[in-house]
């Protein structure tokens, strides 16, 4: 038989759910109209402005240019503007990708990041910057003049330059900061010769098709001939084994003294004497 509850023995437990649930009602109640209040009095205070804007990542221009053209300024509103809007407003052909963020309810952040830059083309009596998506970068009143990549040297060929650019990028910005000038050296049977000039006195010869393969050994080669070497500085040939001529061999200096120490012959005498 089962036991039957008198409906007076749970009354005060039924009191009880109803006061639990009138009280997470009356919390969830205040804490809606506490949100609401803090967000009324935040988009009405300055506390929802930008107060601050910072770009990281710039290195072609400086970090005012890319605020500028955002078009975003102190004292606009955080939730005023779409991101994506700003990041199509600052895609340039030397920005690889930029990401705006707002952070800490009143600062922007724009992260940019360019393309490399790996060389440098001389140019309507100029040198600029060549990025290694192939672009000239002529703006270069926004640039710091300093020469801190390898300069290129008769490379009209635009495909021809954009192979070398693919290469460079592949190499370490330690190894690539050693160049100092490349030329191209094109023939009809070698049209991917190129000599590069070091920053340590060396030179190298190599092929645009394996630059990047290849020099990135660069470090451990040099380190073997200065310790094997007594000749100093000379050519370094890696377009197809690798093997290594001091510059004495290669430019072998003419004795002037032997040119003067020579006995004029019969022939030589008789030239002298029907000289007048």
């Known amino acids: 038989?089962?036991?039957?509850?008198?409906?007076?023995?749970?009354?005060?437990?039924?009191?009880?759910?109803?006061?639990?649930?009138?009280?997470?009602?009356?919390?969830?109640?205040?804490?809606l109209?506490?949100?609401?209040?803090?967000?009324?009095?935040?988009?009405?205070?300055?506390?929802?402005?930008?107060?601050?804007i910072t770009v990281h990542g710039a290195k072609l221009v400086k970090e005012d240019y890319y605020i500028e053209k955002s078009g975003l300024q102190i004292g606009d509103s955080m939730w005023g503007f779409k991101v994506l809007d700003i990041e199509k407003k600052l895609?340039?052909?030397?920005?690889?990708?930029?990401?705006?963020?707002?952070?800490?309810?009143?600062?922007?952040?724009?992260?940019?990041?360019?393309?490399?830059?790996?060389?440098?083309?001389?140019?309507?009596?100029?040198?600029?910057?060549?990025?290694?998506n192939g672009v000239v970068y002529k703006s270069s009143e926004k640039i710091d003049p300093t020469i801190d990549a390898p300069i290129f040297l008769n490379f009209d060929d635009e495909e021809l330059r954009k192979k070398v650019l693919k290469e460079l990028a592949e190499l370490d910005d330690e190894v690539l900061a050693l160049i100092s000038q490349i030329n191209l050296n094109a023939t009809e049977s070698d049209p991917y010769s190129i000599t590069l000039f070091m920053n340590d006195g060396f030179e190298v010869r190599a092929e645009i098709n394996t630059l990047a393969e290849k020099m990135k050994y660069y470090p451990a080669i040099v380190a073997q001939i200065e310790n094997a070497e007594e000749n100093g500085k000379?050519?370094?040939?890696?377009?197809v084994g690798s093997y290594f001529k001091p510059y004495s061999e290669v430019y072998?200096?003419?004795?002037?003294?032997?040119?003067?120490?020579h006995e004029p012959d019969e022939q030589?005498?008789?030239?002298?004497e029907s000289t007048p």
């Open 268 to 272: 030589d005498v008789e030239d002298d």
């Open 252 to 261: 072998k200096t003419i004795d002037i003294n032997a040119e003067s120490d």
């Open 91 to 132: 895609q340039e052909d030397w920005v690889k990708d930029v990401t705006v963020k707002r952070k800490w309810l009143t600062t922007v952040e724009i992260q940019v990041k360019e393309y490399r830059k790996v060389a440098y083309i001389f140019e309507d009596h100029h040198f600029y910057p060549i990025l290694e």
């Open 33 to 52: 109209f506490l949100v609401l209040l803090f967000l009324l009095l935040y988009f009405q205070s300055s506390y929802s402005d930008i107060q601050k």
């Open 1 to 31: 038989m089962d036991k039957v509850i008198d409906i007076e023995e749970r009354i005060p437990t039924l009191k009880k759910k109803r006061r639990r649930r009138t009280n997470t009602k009356f919390v969830v109640m205040i804490s």
């Open 234 to 239: 000379g050519i370094i040939d890696i377009e």
